[in-house]
T-cell receptor, first 112, second 113 residues
């Protein structure tokens, strides 16, 4: 039972344009959501997070939007840069101290 | 600052062999976890620990064993390796506190033949 789903395995975007990565979840108990970025042969690194009490969190070129009623979140990257090419994992947790559930990942390619 | 260190980086095992994947962190984090990454499956939690002496199972614990005798170390043991355990393994640690983010090691690529 995949509680966190990233339905697009891959995405290609032109440099300078917006990248939108989507994530859906099924567990209504999730109250904290994170995005991680992973380059080949490296471990994932934390990118941005959002609490369920918010619907938007912004950090530079990265913005995460949360739609609780739809159980959907998205990561926007504007403008996209070639260095953003990586696999992006959506993750969710409940209760603050509980284990984190990851999605299957979306491979983003930013074309120069 | 080393962060989370995993050894070895690569390993080939024969079916039935046992081995231990090492994980050490120098950030004094209470929470540590082991994940495996497989194509199309994302990162799946194997075992986790909320402090020295305390461990619990994740989503896919079968065939793996863990212990946490110190805050720094969280080794993952494969009891009798199977080809289905061919994967990339990541160790992660998180600081104590509400909704903290995880720091990952660079991974161990394990092949079981």
């Amino acid at each position: 039972d995949q509680q966190v789903k990233q339905n697009s395995p891959s995405l290609s975007v032109q440099e300078g344009r917006i990248s939108i990565l989507n994530c859906d979840y099924t567990n209504s108990m999730f109250d904290y959501f994170l995005w991680y970025k992973k380059y080949p042969a490296e471990g994932p690194t934390f990118l941005i997070s959002i609490s369920s009490i918010k619907d938007k969190n912004e950090d530079g070129r990265f913005t995460v939007f949360l739609n609780k009623s739809a159980k959907h979140l998205s990561l926007h990257i504007v403008p996209s840069q070639p260095g953003d090419s990586a696999v992006y994992f959506c993750a969710a947790s409940s209760g603050g101290y509980q284990k984190v559930t990851f999605g299957t990942g979306t491979k983003l390619q930013v074309i120069p | 600052n080393a962060g989370v260190t995993q050894t070895p980086k690569f390993q080939v095992l024969k079916t039935g062999q046992s081995m231990t994947l090492q994980c050490a962190q120098d950030m004094n984090h209470e929470y540590m976890s082991w994940y495996r990454q497989d194509p199309g499956m994302g990162l799946r939690l194997i075992h986790y620990s909320v402090g020295a002496g305390i461990t619990d199972q994740g989503e896919v614990p079968n065939g793996y064993n863990v212990s946490r005798s110190t805050t720094e170390d969280f080794p993952l043991r494969l009891l009798s390796a199977a080809p289905s355990q061919t994967s990339v393994y990541f160790c992660a640690s998180r600081p104590t506190g509400y909704n903290t983010e995880a720091f990952f090691g660079q991974g161990t690529r394990l092949t079981v033949v």
